[in-house]
Antibody, heavy 120, light 110 residues
């Protein structure tokens, strides 16, 4: 069964760049049927869709974050990554990596999530 | 895009049925049949329970069912079991080609 696992620093300083990686196991990221994405949940707030990437590199992003976010894919490592620049305390959240089937509107599976705190 | 509205908490006794509501707008829940529901137990990855309003993925108990009326979607859990205790989140595709989520509902099995 395909599994996703997030990794990256748990603490990032304000104005710096948040970088996370999601490793795909028991499945190939080079599937033509799936997209790979990120969702986050700030403490006490609702989940927020960040964006997604196709294995060929095409992306789509939440307009509210588009100016600061990049999602990329590394097929050789079966990984995809999230980069969020110029972070503030408002970017403190649990970040989840997810898979979405092309043409579908649900996310499955999810990673367990990783907490990233933005603080000096 | 505003979040979908869910009750903060619901509770029920074993064997009972509960319903969690998820209210949006004509631009999300009411405008598309693309509502999904996720179960999140502490320390575990969120799990897809319902998609496309009413469809149950393989492996999900038939005690879970989904429905929609207007701008409100609902998740019903029948025959409550202790293992159902978790947070539940709804999500909808939107007319802006994004996805929006609810704030989550904490289910307590008494």
């Amino acid at each position: 069964q395909l599994q996703l696992q997030e990794s990256g620093p748990g603490l990032v300083k304000p104005s710096e760049t948040l970088s996370l990686t999601c490793t795909v196991s028991s499945g190939s990221i080079s599937s033509s049927h799936h997209l790979w994405g990120w969702i986050r949940q700030p403490p006490g707030k609702e989940l927020e869709w960040i964006g997604s990437v196709y294995y060929r590199g095409s992306t789509d992003y939440n307009p509210s974050l588009e100016s600061r976010v990049t999602i990329s894919v590394d097929t050789s490592k079966n990984q995809f990554s999230l980069s969020l620049i110029s972070v503030t305390a408002a970017d403190t959240a649990v970040y989840y990596c997810v898979r979405r089937s092309v043409g579908q509107n649900w996310f499955d599976p999810w990673g367990q999530g990783t907490l990233v705190t933005v603080s000096s | 895009q505003s979040a979908l509205t869910q009750p903060a908490s619901v509770s029920g006794s074993p064997g009972q049925s509960i319903t969690i509501s998820c209210t949006g707008t004509n631009s999300d829940v009411g405008g598309h049949d693309f509502v999904s529901w996720y179960q999140h137990r502490p320390g575990k990855a969120p799990q897809l329970m319902i998609y496309d309003v009413t469809v149950r993925p393989s492996g999900v108990s038939n005690r879970f069912s989904g429905s929609k009326s207007g701008n409100t979607a609902s998740l019903t859990i029948s025959g409550l079991q202790a293992e159902d205790e978790a947070d539940y989140y709804c999500s909808s595709y939107t007319s802006s080609s994004t996805w929006v989520f609810g704030g989550g509902t904490q289910l307590t099995v008494l």
